[in-house]
C-alpha cells in the first residue's frame, strides 16, 4: 500500500479521516486518545508546532512528506487545546482518559463496597470527570472559576447521591437473596455516573448557553457567538456522557460473573483483581472512542438555523463550532 493511500494530501486544521462517517470520526479520535502521545517530550512537541508553522507559511523543509505532518498534527492536537492554544495538564488529556480513569473504573466496580467505598470511588471519578470536562470544553469564551466549582460540586453530590441512595434501597429489600443482590449492586454505579456526568456538563459549561460559543464560516473566521450552537453542543456532549459509560460500567460485572466461576478463578484469587482490571481497561479502551465518536468535534450547523443577527452577517449557509469533548 502507497504512503498516498494511507496518507492523503495534508490539510492544516483539518483530521486525516472523513468526518461526516462515523467509521472515519472513529479512526480520527482512536488518534486522539492514542496513549503514545502523553509520552511525547517538550522538545518533540516544538518540533511538530514548528513543521506546521512552516508549512502554513509555505517553508517547509525539502523531502518533508505528508505521513510527518498528519503525525506532528496528531501530536499538536493531543497536547494542546484547539481554542485556547495551552496545553492541557496530562492526566486531563482525552489521550491519558483510558490510562488516569481505569483504576477508578476498577474501584467503582469493586464488589462488597461500603459506605466509604462507594462515597470515595464517586468522588474521586467526578473529579476527574469534572477536570477532563474543563480541560477539553469549548474555550472561544473565559468560564469563571466559580462556574468550575459550581459545576464539580453538582456532579459530585448526584453522583454520591444516587449511589448511596440506590445501595441503601437494595440493602433494604427483603426481595433479593444475597447473590442477586450482590450483582445488583454492581451496576450501581451506572446510573449515578451516567447522571452525574450530565449533570457535571450542563454545571460546567453553562455560561456557554448564556453567552454564545463562537461559529466560524468555510475559511475559520468567527461570525459571532451564538447560544443556540452552545445548546446543541452541550446536548451532544451530554449525549455521549451517558453512553460512554455505559458499556464500561455493564459489560464488566456481566463478564466477570462468568469468569469468577472458572476453575482457574477459583483455585487462584488473586488473580481476580488483575483480571477484573484487564478486562475494565479494554472495555474502557474501545468505549471511548466509539462514544465520543457519534458527534464530530468540529460539528456544523445550517446557518438558518442560528440567531437572525448572524445570519445577517454571513452568506455562508453553514457554519462550524467547537462542540468540545
Sequence with gaps: MTEAAVYPAFQLGQPRYDQSSFLGRFRHFVDIIDPRTLFVSEAHLKRCVALLDDFKHGTLPPGT?????????????????????????????????????????????????????????????????ACVNYANRNATKPTPTSRFIQGYLGAVTSAVSIAVGLNVLIEKSRKFNPAT??????????????????????????????????????????????????????????????????????????????VEKLPLMQAHRRLM?????????????????????LF????????????????????????TYNKGL
Aim: aromatic fraction near 8%; hydrophobic fraction near 50%; charged fraction near 10%.
Design 65 to 129: 512528506t505528508d505521513q510527518q505532518l498528519w503525525e506532528a498534527q496528531k501530536v499538536k492536537q493531543a497536547i494542546i487545546h484547539p481554542d485556547s492554544g495551552q496545553k492541557i495538564f496530562m492526566p486531563f488529556r482525552m489521550s491519558g482518559y483510558v490510562p488516569f480513569g481505569t483504576p477508578i473504573v476498577v474501584g467503582l466496580l469493586l464488589p462488597n463496597q461500603t459506605l466509604a467505598s462507594t462515597v470515595f470511588w464517586q468522588w474521586l471519578n467526578q473529579s476527574h470527570n
Design 181 to 258: 443482590r450482590l450483582i445488583i449492586q454492581r451496576f450501581i454505579p451506572f446510573p449515578a455516573v451516567a447522571s452525574a456526568n450530565v449533570c457535571n456538563v450542563a454545571l460546567m459549561r453553562h455560561n456557554e448557553l448564556s453567552e454564545g460559543i463562537d461559529v466560524l464560516d468555510s475559511n475559520g473566521n468567527v461570525v459571532g457567538s451564538s447560544r443556540i450552537a452552545a445548546k446543541h453542543a452541550l446536548m451532544e456532549t451530554a449525549f455521549t456522557r451517558v453512553v460512554l459509560p455505559l458499556p464500561i460500567f455493564v459489560l464488566p460485572p456481566i463478564i466477570m460473573a462468568f
Design 296 to 319: 464530530p468535534q468540529m460539528s456544523q450547523i445550517e446557518t438558518s438555523h442560528l440567531e437572525p443577527e448572524i445570519a445577517m452577517a454571513t452568506d455562508c449557509k453553514v457554519l
Design 273 to 293: 483483581l488483575p483480571v477484573h482490571s484487564l478486562v475494565c481497561l479494554a472495555v474502557f479502551g474501545l468505549s471511548l472512542p466509539l462514544a465520543i465518536s
